[in-house]
């Protein structure tokens, strides 16, 4: 458990999403492990300030805005919005601030020129290059890679970077020309790379010095080490107390990524039948984060059935009024489970663990309620855990608009609309096709004195 440097005050950065397209489901495994560590945070301290950039400039999105002949601005803002809206789905919590790049050029100037100072900057063709060779501690968070380094390793490394006192130096300002997109600043015209961004938008919102840094594995390196050297050689301070990644998301064994055909967005997954608080639970339920997860209709088929034991039991035992009375071991018990679920989350964030403990106690007390009816004591301890459990695991909200109806894709929806109106109409003929339709499409279809009701296959 983190020490934070201001007494009960976390600071956490957390890398936010390059907005040249729809977040994929990928991103998503890194930004829910981030939610339930702000969301354990928490509980744990008396404040949280987490921030999360949004990277609205880099070579893509430059080059998209130019073929689509508008500015950076307009370019990002379908995909920013969409970001917030999948953000909403997977009730993942806002973060109090998400700076743009764009909105921070001036704080990535001063930073660069204090860089130049420190004389582990330099210029060449316009540009402002990184020398590594000036930060003796460059390579302390990614170890042998950095070691390893050759131009092109490690991914993100430029290609187009001639200029270089030494292949490991990376770009801190790239000169533009005239008719290309940059700004007009005291280091020429350019525009920045994308590790002072980090560096200059966590710095100006956290201070010099903070707790948390967390990201994708894939971001350790060259981006956070990158990121500590930019920061640590201006300041002379240390950046971030403790790094955290998270392993990726997988399909099929390879890394879900953009670059790569094989992703899905989180709309794509609902629209095809995936319930939001199943996504949820399998991106940050199913695996401890440091291990990669395999997509699957498996694995969400799993974790679709753990919410649901979930949500039964909770609305099971919020259902029955309790009696009057303490049965002092299922007191006991019930408290045994919480601090083991405490426990697990405190020890590197096991929430696979801290979820085995929730269902061992579940299938007692299941077992033991047959009645449903608790004794008041047990009942409240209950309720408290339950809470907490949510608090952190944050499903519950979920279920209960899917469970209202309100996860249906487009097309489901507008079914269940047609077979309604026929419904009114008295069309049963009608009625009929349509509820074979909607079989064939995992929903069955049961009418009601309140109309028709639908659950999923
Ligand atoms: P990007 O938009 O590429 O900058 O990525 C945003 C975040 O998602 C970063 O923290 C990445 O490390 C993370 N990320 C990218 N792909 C995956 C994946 N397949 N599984 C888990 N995290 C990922
Ligand atoms: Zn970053």
Known sequence: MVAPLEEGHVRLYTCGPTVYARAHVG????????????????????????????????????????????GLHAETAPFIDAFYEDLRTLNIRPAQHFPRATEYIEEMVALIERLEEAGVAYRSAGSVYYRVAGFPHYGRLSGARAEGLVAGAGGRVDADEYDKEDVRDFALWKAVGADEIGWDTRLGRGRPGWHIECSAMSMALLGESFDLHCGGVDNIFPHHENEIAQSEAATGRQFVQIWSHSAYLRIGG????????????????????????????????????????????????????????????????????????????????????????????????????????????????????????????????????????????????????????????????????????????????????????????????????????????
């Open 254 to 457: 390879e890394k879900i990524a953009k670059s790569m055909d094989n992703f899905a967005t989180v709309p794509d997954l609902v629209a095809s039948g995936a319930r939001p608080s199943a996504l949820r639970y399998m991106l940050a339920a199913a695996a401890h984060y440091r291990k990669p997860v395999n997509y699957s209709d498996e694995s969400l088929h799993a974790a679709t059935e753990s919410v649901d034991r979930l949500a039964d039991f909770d609305a099971r035992v919020r259902g029955h009024p309790p009696r009057a009375g303490e049965n002092e071991a299922r007191v006991e018990r019930i408290a045994e489970a919480r601090a083991e679920f405490g426990a697990a989350m405190d020890d590197d964030l096991n929430l696979p663990g801290a979820m085995g403990t929730v269902f061992s106690l579940i299938r007692v007390l299941n077992r033991e309620l047959d009645d449903g009816e608790l004794d008041s004591a047990s009942y409240s301890a209950l309720v408290g855990f339950l809470d907490e459990v949510d608090d952190v695991l944050g499903v519950m909200e979920l279920v209960a608009n899917e469970r209202a109806g309100n996860s249906l894709s487009e097309e489901d929806r507008a079914l269940l609309d047609l077979r309604r109106v026929a419904r009114e109409r008295c069309e049963w003929s009608e009625s009929d096709r349509l509820r074979e339709v909607l079989a064939d499409r995992g929903i069955v279809v049961e009418d009601t004195g309140e109309g028709q009701r639908w659950r999923r296959l």
């Open 27 to 70: 991103n998503f495994r890194t930004f829910l492990f981030e939610d339930i560590l702000r969301r354990w945070l928490e509980r744990r301290f008396a404040r949280v300030t987490h921030v999360m950039n949004l990277t609205d400039v880099d070579d893509k999105i430059i080059r998209q805005a130019a073929a689509a002949g508008h």
